[in-house]
């Protein structure tokens, strides 16, 4: 684990180091322990630049389950050694990831802050959960260009340990111009694609209580999300039948017996 670790930190700093960036941003997802987090960045000498993104919206009650956005300068060695623990001790939790921005902190913050919160096509409000390294991907392939342009802009890259344990990037568009600000609003497809893949996880994690060293992760948690769908357009809707259905037809796919 430690030579994938520091294989990772290298990574991220050659890709800083690419675009020329003195700093790496990072996002940290404190499952519940927000405050401890801050208690523990606020230590560090020069001071780590850290905004919890739940500041200044409606979920600013909910501050200590605040995913921080914080900002590692690189010429720094202490940043640079709080990156390295830090990385080190969430290696096996997927609660980070990173992102290269020239924008300042508070600019930054400020644009993803307007992302957090989407309206469905029933008028409710759902938290969109980017900053989850599980959900990044499909979070940016749900999204339309221009509901995208409002997350990703000024984002030269965005960089996450995926499930299959690889150093995962993303680069948006450089064109990507966000329209005047408005409110987040996903479509009822846009719906189903994200309700989809939330039940393709539960069932990829059921398969790995059977199947711990499962590889291919990531195109299979795909293949699930696409059989989600088709058991909805085939109104599937009661289990086991749903789930026997599902199970039927990934078989099926692979060529084995259910």
């Not at 987090?37 to 200044?56: G, Y």
Request: hydrophobic share 40%.
């Amino acid at each position: 684990m430690t030579e994938l670790h520091h294989r990772y930190l290298d990574q991220l700093s050659a890709a800083a180091a690419q675009r020329r960036y003195g700093h790496l941003d990072l996002l940290l997802d404190p499952a519940a322990d927000g405050d401890n987090w801050l208690r523990r960045i606020a230590l560090i000498q020069p001071p780590l630049e850290c905004l919890p993104l739940f500041d200044d919206t409606l979920l600013s009650d909910l501050r200590q389950d605040s995913p921080l956005l914080v900002r590692v300068m690189l010429s720094q060695p202490g940043h640079c050694d709080w990156l390295d623990s830090t990385l080190s001790m969430l290696w096996q939790q997927p609660q980070w990831l990173a992102l290269l921005s020239p924008s300042p902190l508070p600019t930054l913050a400020q644009q993803l802050r307007r992302c957090l919160l989407a309206e469905l096509d029933d008028g409710a409000t759902t938290l969109l959960r980017y900053y989850d390294p599980r959900l990044l991907r499909v979070v940016q392939q749900v999204l339309a260009p221009e509901q995208s342009a409002a997350l990703n802009h000024n984002i030269d890259r965005w960089l996450w340990r995926n499930r299959d344990g690889e150093l995962a990037s993303l680069s948006p568009p450089a064109d990507n111009i966000p329209a005047a600000e408005a409110p987040l609003r996903l479509s009822a497809e846009q719906r189903q694609q994200l309700e989809a893949y939330v039940e393709a996880h539960a069932l990829l994690q059921q398969r790995l209580e059977d199947e711990p060293e499962l590889s291919g992760r990531e195109a299979l948690l795909d293949q699930l999300a696409a059989l989600s769908c088709q058991a909805d357009a085939q109104s599937l809707w009661e289990e086991p039948g749903r789930g026997d259905w599902i199970a039927k037809q990934l078989a099926a796919q692979a060529g084995t017996s259910p």
